[in-house]
C-alpha cells in the first residue's frame, strides 16, 4: 500500500476509541522495524521523522525514497503515514515537496496570531495536495532535537482557534513531556484534555511524550479523545540497551560479532518489542 495522509488513520482511531502509535524514525533500521511490527499486527501506523533526523539521514527526499521503497519491497499492507514531527515554517513546505504525507507544523513558540496565520498556510498548501496537518499550542515540555519546551497546559481558547485554522489534528500541552519523565512528574492533565477536547471541534488530538506514561493514563486519554500518541525515547533506551548487553557480552567479539547487522539486530528485536507493547497498549491492533 502506498503512504496516505494521516487523516483517515486518525479519523478510524478516533472513531473506533483507539491510538495509533507515531513512532520516530532514525534510519533504515527503525524504518524497517516499525513497519514489520505493524504488519504483524495488522496496525496502522505514523512513522514521524523529526528535522534533526531529516538532517541525520541525508535529507528530505532520502527519508521520503527510504520509506516508500520500504512500504514496496517489504509489501506492507497496513496504512503507513510519513509524519514530519515538530517541522518548522520551510520544514513543513520541504517535508510535502518531498513526498512526506503529513506534517506537525509546530509553530507553538511563536505569537499565537504569527501561529495561526502560518499553520493556515501550511493547512493550505497540504490540503491542496491531499495531505493532512497536525499543528500544536501549548509547548510540550522537555528537549526532542534542540526543540525545547516548559510543559505548559494549552489554553483551551487558543486550541479553539487553532482548531479553527482547518488543522486535521491537535497537539495540546497537557502536562506531558519529552524524554523520560521526572519521579516527580504529576501525570497527565485530564480536566485539561477535557477542555481540549471540547474546544477543538471533534478533531483527533496528539499526546505527545508517549515514552514511560503509565498504561492507565494511557487508557483514560485515549477515552477522552487522543487518537496519536508519539513514541521516541523509549524505543532509543530499548536500541541501546539491546546493544549494549551484546557488546557487554563480549558478543562482537566473537566471530564475525563485528559485523553490523549483527551488532545492531540486538537493539532492533528490543525496540520492536517496545513497539509490540504500545500498539497493544493503544488498542490499534487488526485495526487496519
Ligand atoms: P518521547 O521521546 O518522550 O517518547 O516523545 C516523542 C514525541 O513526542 C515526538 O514528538
Same mark, same amino acid.
Given at each position: 500500500m502506498a503512504l496516505i495522509s494521516a487523516k483517515s488513520i486518525l479519523d478510524n482511531a478516533r472513531d473506533g476509541h483507539y491510538a495509533v502509535g507515531a513512532f520516530n524514525i532514525n534510519n533504515l533500521e527503525w524504518t524497517k522495524l516499525i513497519l514489520e511490527v505493524s504488519e504483524e499486527k495488522k496496525?496502522?501506523?505514523l512513522l514521524g521523522?523529526?528535522?534533526?533526523?531529516v538532517k541525520y539521514m541525508g535529507g528530505f527526499k532520502v527519508v521520503a525514497d527510504m520509506v516508500a521503497a520500504l512500504v514496496e519491497s517489504l509489501n506492507i499492507t497496513v496504512p503507513v503515514a510519513l509524519h514530519l514531527d515538530h517541522g518548522s515554517y520551510e520544514g513543513s513546505f520541504k517535508a510535502i515537496d518531498a513526498g512526506f504525507t503529513s506534517v506537525m507544523?509546530?509553530?507553538s513558540h511563536l505569537p499565537l496570531e504569527e501561529n495561526l496565520q502560518q499553520t493556515r498556510e501550511v493547512v493550505k498548501y497540504a490540503h491542496d495536495r491531499g495531505l493532512s496537518v497536525e499543528a500544536e499550542v501549548g509547548s510540550i515540555g522537555g528537549e526532542e532535537d534542540g526543540i525545547v519546551g516548559l510543559g505548559e497546559l494549552a489554553d483551551p481558547v487558543e486550541c479553539q482557534k487553532l482548531a479553527d485554522t482547518g488543522i486535521d489534528f491537535?497537539?495540546?500541552g497537557i502536562g506531558n513531556i519529552h524524554g523520560k519523565y521526572p519521579e516527580n512528574w504529576a501525570g497527565l492533565h485530564f480536566e485539561r484534555l477535557a477542555?481540549? #477536547?471540547?474546544a477543538s471541534n471533534g478533531l483527533p488530538l496528539v499526546l505527545h511524550?508517549?515514552?514511560g506514561i503509565p498504561e492507565d493514563q494511557i487508557t483514560k486519554a485515549i477515552d477522552l479523545g487522543v487518537s496519536k500518541i508519539n513514541v521516541n525515547t523509549e524505543l532509543q533506551l530499548a536500541f541501546a540497551e539491546?546493544?549494549?548487553e551484546y557488546i557487554e557480552a563480549g558478543k562482537d567479539l566473537e566471530g564475525k560479532g563485528f559485523d553490523p547487522r549483527k551488532l545492531l539486530a540486538p537493539g532492533v528485536e528490543a525496540a #520492536?518489542?517496545?513497539?509490540r507493547d504500545k500498539i497493544d497498549m493503544f488498542g490499534s491492533e487488526n485495526k487496519a
Open positions: 496496525s496502522p501506523v521523522v523529526s528535522e534533526g533526523a507544523y509546530d509553530g491537535l497537539a495540546a477542555e481540549v #477536547k471540547d511524550g508517549g515514552t539491546g546493544i549494549r #520492536k518489542q517496545v513497539v
